[in-house]
């Protein structure tokens, strides 16, 4: 669209890995919001100001990522109308969630205005360094899972991953992702799942490293999480399974080869709200212990 233009980016403190070798992009800002939130917040707002940018666009409805769009003294100012600096730019996009579009769509959007295509998926860039830990790890033929959840209503249970687990074929290796917080877990579910053929990953792979193994696999399989969006954005098989929530709020696979898997029958409590909750509000959980486990397809 304007292939001259810089671009910089802001992202919160431990995700600048994952944009570290986009061929785009001109600078990452980096704000560290566990320690010293607000100051490093100011710091931020001073090294945008700093910088006389044509346009900032504000993906976000947060008041914060709205303050620092206000303060810039960039010309143009776009966002979603529901944050709360809005009135401050000069272009604003209605933001809904649950009519099925998509929130890559969604941020699409704040651009339409400068003209272009709009087709673009996300994109994830890993390095041939990235490449060779993977191939030093795992040989094909593999599948990975990604069975962990910040939240318990967007995790598929353990019996359903070790139900799955048993249908991959056993030549196949299994590889289990996610974050050292992860790494239990992923152990318990190898060991009710009796499997050997079976390796944890988790808190053992950078993040792009993961991408480049997702990248590999003859399927990846997820919840409604981080990993399904890595596997995205690789353009990688995903196999995606929605518990409480939606694919329809717009956090579904985008990859080419993919699958939704999530209960037949309709729940009056589903969807419990738009993000995941620590227990099941109504103490029965059928959204994620009903959903049937698919075939394996290679």
Known sequence: MYPDSKIDILVRKGNEELLQYHPKLNRIFIWGKRKHKYLNLLKVIYQIRRKPYHIVINVHRFPTSGLITFLSRAREKCGFDKNPFAFSYTQKVLHEIGNGKHEVERNLELIHHLGGRFDYK????????????????????????????????KQLPTDKWC?????????????????????????EIIRLSSRENILN????????????????????????????HM???????????????????????????????????????RPCGLHGKSECPEEHFKCGTQIKIPAFAS
Not at 142 to 149: E, F, K, L, N, Q
Not at 163 to 187: F, H, K, M, Q, W
Not at 252 to 266: A, H, R, Y
């Open 201 to 228: 990953f988790s808190g053992k792979l950078r993040l792009l490293e993961s991408a480049a193994l997702m990248n590999g696999s003859l399927m990846n399989y997820c919840n409604d999480s981080g990993p399904l």
């Open 163 to 187: 139900e799955l687990i048993r249908s991959i074929p056993e030549n196949i290796t299994i590889c289990l992702i996610g974050s050292a917080n992860d790494v239990n877990y992923c152990e």
């Open 231 to 269: 596997s995205s954005a690789v353009n990688a098989p995903t196999t995606a399974f929605f518990c409480s929530t939606l694919p329809e709020f717009g956090f579904g696979p985008l990859s080419d080869k993919s699958t939704v898997c999530q209960i037949n029958e309709e729940l009056s409590c």
């Open 122 to 153: 996300p994109r994830l860039y890993f390095s041939e360094s990235d490449q060779r830990r993977v191939d030093d790890l795992v040989k094909p033929p593999y599948v990975t899972m990604g069975p962990a959840s910040v939240w318990f209503t």
